[in-house]
């Protein structure tokens, strides 16, 4: 969407492109294939496609809405947000609550969008939405990146004269920082999703993709008023950015998350709480030990009471 307009139905900025196929145009873009759109508010569908959509927001679009919006995350998200699963996994997250009386988006007005320059990552990408097929969602894989258009029927800017190449469409956009910004989480949606439900995911980590996803007061709040700090090694120049910058520490969260989700490099575990845990495992070792040694004893001792019993009866008869 450019100038002050807004965005249309759900969109793939995640990689969900079979939600809609019949509006999804069979051919893959490069950046440099053209483009022509505009939206503006002389359109006569302006402000149509901020009704009836959903709009998934990422840890970054919650950040600088709330921001915007002068609220703390727990307000922003009880006030303008409501619960959806992300990319059909099991993964926690939240999208834009409608208005109940119109379908409209909360930050939506016959003008335009009262949000525009904060707009979150979804209402950027329409009409170009991307596959980032980042293979197995880990940083080495191969990554295969292609676009596609979204037309759909009420959308008149297609019907425009403005041409662009998707490079400089997204550039318009503001789309290739939002993606820096949001890739390390959507990686993690990625993995959750490649790993497919064999690999279980506790409710607690669960609750912790949701926390840090959409509450970094709160994360911020167990990283420094919890055990946190005594489980790990973190640096004392990483700890200074985390505690005033909530882009660093959103990163940190993602990289936490990776960590205790999915078992990637990227946090250290205290050496004394590493053997703290091999005593604990080596005393539980050696208590199974003790009780298997124990349970032997006694089963040899039945034995030879049920031998001796035998004999006795056998010598008798
Ligand atoms: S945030 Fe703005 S652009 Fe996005 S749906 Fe709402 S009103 Fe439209
Ligand atoms: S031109 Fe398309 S993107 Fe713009 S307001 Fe109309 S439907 Fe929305």
Known sequence: ??????????????????????????????????LKFRCHPGVSC???????IKIVLTP???????????????????????????????MPGVQIKLRDDTGGCPFVTPEGCTVYSDRPTACRYYPVGMADFHEGGTNEAKEEKFFFLVKEPHCKGFEEDREWTIR???????????????????????????????ASLSEAAKRMFFMASTDLDSFRNFVFNSSFLDTYEVDE????????????????????????????????????????????????QDEA?????????????????????????????
């Not at 124990?294 to 001792?301: H, M, N, T």
């Open 1 to 34: 969407m450019a100038e002050d307009g807004c965005t249309p139905k759900e969109k793939g900025f995640l990689t969900d492109t079979d939600k809609n196929p019949s509006n999804i145009l069979p051919q893959k873009l490069t950046l440099d294939s053209r």
């Open 46 to 52: 302006f402000t149509a496609c901020c009704h009836n």
């Open 60 to 90: 970054y679009d919650i950040l600088i809405l709330r921001g915007r919006l002068g609220m703390a995350a727990h307000e922003f998200i009880t006030m303008y947000t409501t619960p959806a699963y992300l990319e059909k996994t099991d």
């Open 168 to 198: 400089e469409w997204r550039a318009d956009q503001g789309v290739d920082t939002r993606d820096e910004m949001n890739k390390e989480w959507l990686r993690l949606i990625m993995r959750r999703k490649s790993f497919g439900y064999q």
């Open 237 to 284: 120049e990483t700890l200074r950015a985390i505690r005033e910058d909530d882009v660093a520490l959103m990163h940190f969260s993602f990289r936490y998350l990776a960590n205790t989700l999915f078992g990637a490099a990227g946090m250290q575990i205290r050496r004394e709480k590493i053997d703290a845990k091999v005593r604990e495992i080596k005393q539980r």
């Open 289 to 317: 030990v003790k009780k298997a040694e124990q349970e032997y004893v006694e089963l040899k001792a039945q034995y030879e009471q049920l031998k001796q019993a035998q004999e006795k009866k056998e010598s008798q008869a």
